[in-house]
């Protein structure tokens, strides 16, 4: 049996969020980690959570790759050291190189969010000169040089201006959830 079904069978998606630090209410709603919740639209269950306002879902995997910004193999890793459980190491997977991984996941992210911001922009370009922008329109203008600059730096930069950038990480996990979110709606 692999390391994820291995998790899934001896943990829970509440005791992960509570073993990491994540307040959960009575009702079993937390505020989601996915997007930038302002009351709790998350709910955990046993063998999954889902987030009634971004529509995240998932389990607790997922869950302690959002929070701790791992790979799900990571994820799955810290999970079975910290919850004590033993797995049956896999051949290949563990090779892996995470910074490596971060920056392709980052430059993927960018990128995809870059091609968003370049569609909304060409299409609500204002038509008529002095009409007010619409604001998809504004909001590519204003958005663009930074997602731009960033992807920038991550192919071009050196380790120590790359790792600057993918320190953001709570810049990557909205941006994450933007993309999910505009993937669903779209
Ligand atoms: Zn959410």
Redesign the pocket.
Known sequence: MGIFETIKQNTDVPSVAGRYGVSVKRNGFTN?I??N?KHP??KLYKDHYH?F??G?HGDAVSFTAQLFGLSPYEAAKKIAVDFGIAYDVEDGVSKAHPRRNKTDEAVTLLSEYITILEEQKTKYTPEIPGEEYHPLYEESLQQLPLYKYYHEILTTGNKDERNEILNERRFFNELR?KIRHIGMAG
């Open positions: 989601c996915f997007h919740d639209s998350m987030c306002a971004c995240a959830a």
